[in-house]
């Protein structure tokens, strides 16, 4: 199915293992972009009224693209609306931008809005597709591009590749990562292609192509495609550099700094999940005490709040100990109650109160064991120590890290 739509995994090696997914998201994720307007400075060879590229997917409503294909004010005339209040505030430029997936799907230029690039020294541009609603897109890497490491680059193999159904004919292109050279490239990094190249060295129609990972995670988009004496070369942007420091800022959880950043992987997608993982097992408790249905009994009502909506914990297991004296004039210390030294109970939510757990039973316990053990007179019960451990609806177990909470017994007798 995929080569009869155009798209095809090179015969070279060093592909992601996951290319027949990756090809079937381009249908999807990557699109064509033709751009005209009226050049800022039409004697300038670098600013055509006409460009092309391409642009890949990395949310529901918003894509990637290199700058050099869409352009910036400074490469664009200022276009005049009817008002000009808005025009001095939304600054529109004399820009037509054209996109156009893998299915011939074009998006009508109007619902396009390209995002100012953060530095102009960075040839990455944002675009934003309000109503796009994409199932499918691609993640960012977060890792530094590793000379001499394998790479694929997501292109046209058409010798047309400025022609909008180029994106029908997608390949993954297998590249080297040949490191920088700043003095021929400035800031753009260096891929040189496997063997014969598929792609055709065209100036327009590459730009904006995602260079992935084995993992299928963007590391880089091509910026430029040219030609020396040993062939053609890609010119790419690196992904990290735009997003500098997220990995070590994600890595660095208190209590855990060195197996965190362990697990944390390069994809952001791994570093959201790896967060997400740490709020799911993250609940703020509160507990006291209230009076029972039946009038001999009180309750300890057990109630949390987290950031994960629908609640999360199925169930809980409650560790409770007695503090007090055992004998008047003694120091304070746990009472060793027979005929457990310490007590577990398990709890489930309350189905109308999913976040709240309600038990009895430490206070009977306390009531008909741990008071007649310590006899009136001769000691007291001072408070009940509680521990928590919080099983999650996935089948995990998240230990509160040792936190107790105590009760003062006189709430409970």
């Avoid at 570093?271 to 209230?290: E, G, T, Y």
């Avoid at 629908?310 to 304070?332: D, K, Q």
Wanted: glycine letters at 8%; a negative charge; hydrophobic letters at 40%.
């Amino acid at each position: 199915m995929l080569l009869a739509s155009g798209l095809a995994v090179s015969a070279a090696a060093q592909t992601p293992e996951n290319s027949a997914e990756i090809l079937e998201r381009a249908t999807e994720a990557v699109f064509h972009i033709e751009v005209t307007g009226t050049p800022s400075d039409p004697a300038n060879p670098t600013q055509e009224a006409a460009r092309s590229g391409k642009a890949f997917a990395i949310g529901p409503e918003m894509l990637v693209t290199a700058l050099n294909v869409v352009g910036d004010e400074t490469e664009w005339m200022l276009a005049r609306t009817t008002r000009d209040e808005v025009t001095r505030a939304v600054r529109p430029l004399s820009r037509t931008v054209q996109l156009t997936d893998g299915r011939n799907f074009r998006i009508p230029s109007g619902d396009v809005l390209v995002l100012a690039a953060p530095a102009r020294a960075v040839d990455a541009a944002g675009i934003m597709v309000p109503d796009l609603k994409l199932k499918d897109y691609f993640h960012f890497s977060m890792c530094d591009i590793v000379e001499g490491q394998h790479y694929s680059a997501l292109m046209t193999t058409s010798q047309q590749p400025g022609d909008a159904r180029s994106v029908e004919r997608l390949e993954l292109v297998p590249l080297i990562a040949a490191g920088y050279r700043p003095g021929d490239y400035g800031a753009l990094y260096l891929f040189e292609s496997e063997g014969a190249p598929p792609f055709a060295p065209e100036p327009w129609g590459h730009g904006g192509s995602p260079i992935l990972d084995a993992d299928g995670n963007v590391v880089a988009l091509i910026s430029a495609v040219t030609v020396t004496g040993g062939g053609p070369i890609v010119l790419a942007t690196p992904i990290s550099p735009l997003f500098p420091g997220l990995g070590p800022m994600l890595a660095r959880e208190p209590e855990n700094a060195a197996a965190t950043q362990a697990q944390l992987k390069c994809s952001m997608v791994d570093a959201v999940r790896q967060v997400r993982n740490q709020l799911k097992s993250h609940a703020i408790w509160s507990i006291a005490p209230r009076p029972a249905d039946n009038p001999d009994e009180v309750d300890i009502v057990f109630e949390y709040d987290s950031a994960i909506d629908p609640p999360n914990i199925s169930s809980i297991e409650v560790r409770y100990m007695f503090f007090g004296t055992e004998v008047e004039g003694l120091p304070a210390g746990r009472i060793p109650h027979r005929p457990a030294a310490e007590d577990v109970i398990t709890l489930r939510p309350n189905p109308k109160e999913p976040r709240t757990f309600v038990t009895s039973e430490i206070a009977r316990v306390g009531r008909v064991s741990v008071a007649n053990y310590v006899k009136p007179g001769n000691g007291a019960i001072e408070f009940v120590r509680l521990m928590i451990k919080a099983h999650l609806t996935t089948g995990e177990i998240v230990e509160n890290r040792t936190k107790y909470y105590d009760i003062q017994w006189s709430d409970l007798d």
